[in-house]
């Protein structure tokens, strides 16, 4: 891939898929986890929002494969043969803030794209709000977008 090249992303929360394209092109599919609670914009409602949103930070550049984040700072490397109950935050955090008057708040109730110990759970609502993706497909996605790429969430 060349610099500059202008990626963005679609999430589906009826599918639990992620779209990533280039232009307006379908680049790739992802499998994806949002909100166990459902969609919102409520803050300590651990949903998701719905709706027009952009990368706002990106943290995670050059950090090993299951790296763990708590507060947005790295704590450790999650052994993955060793399943815990515990959400971590893995690997990469795209940030995201929301554009929209209903989801003005997101950037602020902390809603992430990030990588998960619970991979096994993708493909269906398990996440506290944030969107969980495997690592490895954090990795790649991490890699492609920019700060100001845009993300569209929809039911």
Known sequence: MQTGEIYNLEISIRNQQMRLYFDVNEYK???ISSSRFGVGYEVDSYKTPLGNFEIKRKIGD???LGTIFKGRSVCG???FENEIDE???LTRILWLNGLDNLNSNTFDRYIYIHGTNHEKDLGRPSSMGCIRMSNRDV?????LLTIGSKVL???
């Not at 990795?139 to 890699?143: C, I, R």
């Open 77 to 79: 490397i999650h052994e």
């Open 153 to 155: 969430i929809t039911e």
């Open 87 to 89: 959400d971590l935050i």
């Open 62 to 64: 050059g950090k090993p």
């Open 139 to 143: 990795l790649e996605v991490y890699d």
């Open 29 to 31: 599919e992802y499998q």
